[in-house]
């Protein structure tokens, strides 16, 4: 089965840049979403398509994805921003599969 | 607006079953399918499975196989799961999520419900 791998902590000072990695074999070959979930509520899609935004997401949430990493970028950080982010993709043989999340701390 | 709505809170003792139900507002009910997904406290996300509302085909992940059930009510564009011999690791909040599909063929969800806890204990 498909596996998606992502660091379970990333910290990011405010207004600086924070990276959000989710690995996988040959995942530049898939399309890589992502999801956002903040503590007690329901996950929100922030990116689809690997790097397309759905509308009323801050244009400082981008995406990109190549080879073995697939990478949500999330410039200027801000406090509210602090949440689990997830990524997903579709695989024949697995369906639907999300990675591990991340926490990102903002400090 | 789009939005799902789903049933409350449950609290189940292990060997029972639960169902979990999911009405959708604001779009054309049959136009998407609708996935399952679950979190265990303190875990991330798993997909369950998914049903298409137009014929209702389903897709369900293969360690729920045979525990999982997911329909659909098209004339009050509700969706259904319900989950037979509950153990105490089921215990998890249960979102619905309206499907999206890329013209790469990938699917993803763009709408989800708050979510159901559904606690399993003795």
């Known amino acids: 089965s498909y596996v998606l791998t992502q660091p379970p902590s990333v910290s990011v000072a405010p207004g600086k840049t924070a990276r959000i990695t989710c690995g996988g074999n040959?995942?530049?070959?898939?399309?890589v979403h992502w999801y956002q979930q903040k503590p007690g509520q329901a996950p929100v899609l922030v990116i689809y398509?690997?790097?397309h935004r759905p509308s009323g997401i801050p244009e400082r949430f981008s995406g990109s994805n190549s080879g073995n990493t697939a990478t949500l970028t999330i410039s200027r950080v801000e406090a509210g921003d602090e949440a689990d982010y997830s990524c997903?993709?579709?695989?024949?043989?697995?369906?639907?599969?999300f990675g591990g999340g991340t926490k990102l701390t903002v400090l | 607006q789009v939005q799902l709505v789903q049933s409350g809170a449950e609290v189940k003792k292990p060997g029972a079953s639960v169902k979990v139900s999911c009405k959708a507002s604001?779009?054309?009910?049959?136009?998407?399918?609708i996935s399952w997904v679950r979190q265990a406290p303190g875990q991330g996300l798993e997909w369950m499975g998914s049903?298409?509302?137009?014929?209702?085909?389903?897709k369900y992940a293969q360690e729920l196989q045979g525990r999982v059930t997911m329909t659909t009510d098209t004339s009050t564009g509700t969706a259904y799961m319900e989950l037979r011999s509950l153990r105490s690791d089921d215990t998890a909040v249960y979102f619905c999520?309206?499907?999206?599909?890329?013209?790469?063929?990938?699917?993803?969800?763009?709408?989800w419900g708050k979510g159901t806890t559904v606690t399993v204990s003795s």
């Open positions: 398509y690997d790097s």
């Open positions: 049903i298409s509302t137009y014929n209702s085909n389903t």
């Open positions: 604001g779009y054309t009910f049959t136009s998407y399918g």
């Open positions: 997903q993709v579709w695989d024949s043989s697995s369906d639907r599969i």
């Open positions: 999520a309206r499907d999206m599909t890329t013209v790469t063929g990938s699917y993803y969800m763009d709408v």
């Open positions: 040959n995942i530049g070959s898939k399309s």
